[in-house]
Structures are given as structure tokens and as C-alpha cells.
């Protein structure tokens, strides 16, 4: 029988970049490309989850890199895209899912929370 992938979501062919692709909402990004077909770069601090995925890629015979790295790093965006050509040789889907959720009052908000949100 044909999957869904297949008949609507065949990603066979395209790379994709997932930025913290390992574990959260990103992990589920990185499954539903793996499972479509396409060649995965997942971008993060820590490796938490990379090796669940990369277990994953291999039981469905797909292709996934990891590439460790903090995307607040002032460098990070050129690091990735070298990264990216080296494995792949071009990049046809960015997820740019890394981010971090501040949850506070308003009022209560202080300056380097701000900043730290807004290095992303
Ligand atoms: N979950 C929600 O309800 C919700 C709602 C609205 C929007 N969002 C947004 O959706 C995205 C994912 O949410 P989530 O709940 O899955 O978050 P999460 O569980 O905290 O996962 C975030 C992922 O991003 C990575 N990451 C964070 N900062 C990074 C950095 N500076 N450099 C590289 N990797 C970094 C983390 O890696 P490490 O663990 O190694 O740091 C982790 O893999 C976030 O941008 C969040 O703001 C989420």
C-alpha cells in the first residue's frame, strides 16, 4: 500500500536543516522529514536526543547529521550553511525552530531576559 508520504508528502531527493532538531517540537519536525524521505541536518547545543534519532534514521533508512552548535553564537548562521553544503551540497528546507520561552509577568521582566530572547 502507498503511505501518505508517498502519495502527498515525498520529500525524497530534499535536504532540511532543523534547528534544535533533536528533542522538543523539533524532535517531531525531524521525524515527519526522516520519514518523507528527506536528508536531515539537525543544529543544537546539546546532543540530548540525537541518539533516539539517529536510531531512528537508520530503522527507516534515512540519512540525519548533527551538528553542535549554539545558535547565539555570532557565527553560527555561516558555520551551519558550510556545515550544510559539506554534507549535502544544498539546502532546500529550513525549520528554524530553536528558541527559548521566557514565561514571566510582564512587569516582571527584566532587561537580560529581553536580550536573551532576542539573540535568537
Ligand atoms: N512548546 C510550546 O508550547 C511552544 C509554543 C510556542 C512556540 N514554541 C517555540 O517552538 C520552539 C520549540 O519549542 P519546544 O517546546 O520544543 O522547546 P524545547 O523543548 O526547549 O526545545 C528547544 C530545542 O532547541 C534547542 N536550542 C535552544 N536554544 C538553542 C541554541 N541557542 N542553540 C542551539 N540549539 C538550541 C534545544 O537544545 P538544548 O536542549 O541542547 O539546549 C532544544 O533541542 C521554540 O522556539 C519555542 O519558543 C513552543
Redesign the pocket.
Known amino acids: 500500500m502507498t503511505s501518505v508520504y508517498d502519495r502527498f508528502f515525498n520529500l525524497k531527493g530534499k535536504t532540511a536543516i532543523v534547528?534544535?532538531?533533536?528533542?522538543?517540537?523539533?524532535?517531531e519536525y525531524s521525524r515527519v522529514l526522516l520519514a518523507a524521505g528527506a536528508r536531515l541536518l539537525v543544529?543544537?547545543?546539546?546532543?540530548?536526543?540525537w541518539t533516539e534519532l539517529k536510531k531512528f534514521a537508520e530503522e527507516n533508512h534515512g540519512q540525519a547529521d548533527f551538528f553542535q552548535?549554539?545558535?547565539?553564537d555570532e557565527n553560527?548562521g555561516k558555520a551551519i550553511v558550510e556545515k550544510a553544503a559539506a554534507s549535502f551540497s544544498k539546502i532546500d528546507i529550513l525549520i528554524n525552530?530553536?528558541?527559548?520561552?521566557i514565561r514571566n509577568r510582564l512587569a516582571d521582566f527584566q532587561d537580560s531576559d529581553w536580550k536573551k530572547s532576542d539573540?535568537?
Open positions: 534547528t534544535g532538531g533533536a528533542s522538543g517540537l523539533g524532535e543544529v543544537s547545543r546539546s546532543k540530548k536526543g552548535k549554539d545558535l547565539t553560527a525552530n530553536a528558541g527559548v520561552q539573540r535568537y
